[in-house]
């Protein structure tokens, strides 16, 4: 009998205590970092449908109308309302009939919601018009439908003859038409004399 209890006992300890063993060095060797599980994992990455280099081309009639360009694109249908974002800067080009640019608008962030028609933009925000106008400011509205820019905050316009400053704004599409809500100051410039 004692000639079985070593076998016995090693028996015993590979049935109970080797899978426990193995266990613990297996959990031992995973890597996984729990920060980069939960980006994978949450529920926003879920949502989100992302795409790298977009240009997305609106038109009219058969005509080009506008043209967007954005290194990052990302919808989320999934939200209430529901958005497309911009996150990493958009470039967006408007077309007159000829399809001559208009104007040209950049920003380093912009959502846009469908439903409303709204886009919003933010953080270095700048509109150059066919004409050499300059808007600038760090957050805008456009409404898609009303075809029209908006904003409370403080924006800073550059003609070729002066520089204007104010909080708030009101313009057409194509810049043509702008309307600072409350001025702060006009410069009367000579833009050979502005710096580059």
């Known amino acids: 009998m004692t000639s079985n209890l070593p ?37 926003t990455n879920i949502q989100e449908d992302k795409a790298e280099d977009v240009m997305i081309i609106q038109s009219e009639g058969g ?7 954005a290194k990052e694109f990302v919808i989320n249908e999934v939200s209430k309302p ?35 028609g709204n886009i919003i933009l933010r953080d270095s925000i700048k509109i150059v018009s066919r004409k050499g106008d300059e808007l600038e400011t760090e957050e805008l ?30 313009a057409n599409e194509d810049f043509s038409w702008y309307q600072i809500t409350n001025i702060k100051g006009i410069l009367q410039v000579n833009k050979s004399e502005m710096p580059e």
């Open 141 to 170: 509205i456009w409404n898609q439908k009303l075809r029209k820019f908006y904003t409370e905050q403080f924006v800073k316009i550059t003609t070729p003859t002066q520089v204007m400053y104010g909080d708030g704004l009101e």
């Open 7 to 43: 076998k016995k006992l090693l028996r015993t300890i590979t049935r109970s205590i080797l899978p426990g063993v193995l266990f613990m060095l297996s959990l031992a060797s995973c890597n996984n970092n729990t920060q980069e599980i939960q980006e994978l994992t949450s529920k």
């Open 82 to 116: 529901p958005f497309w974002e911009m996150r990493k800067g958009l470039k967006v080009e408007f077309y007159d009939d000829s399809t001559r640019v208009e104007n040209t608008v950049t920003a380093r962030y912009a959502r846009y919601y469908e439903q409303q």
């Open 63 to 69: 005509k080009v109308k506008a043209r967007l360009f």
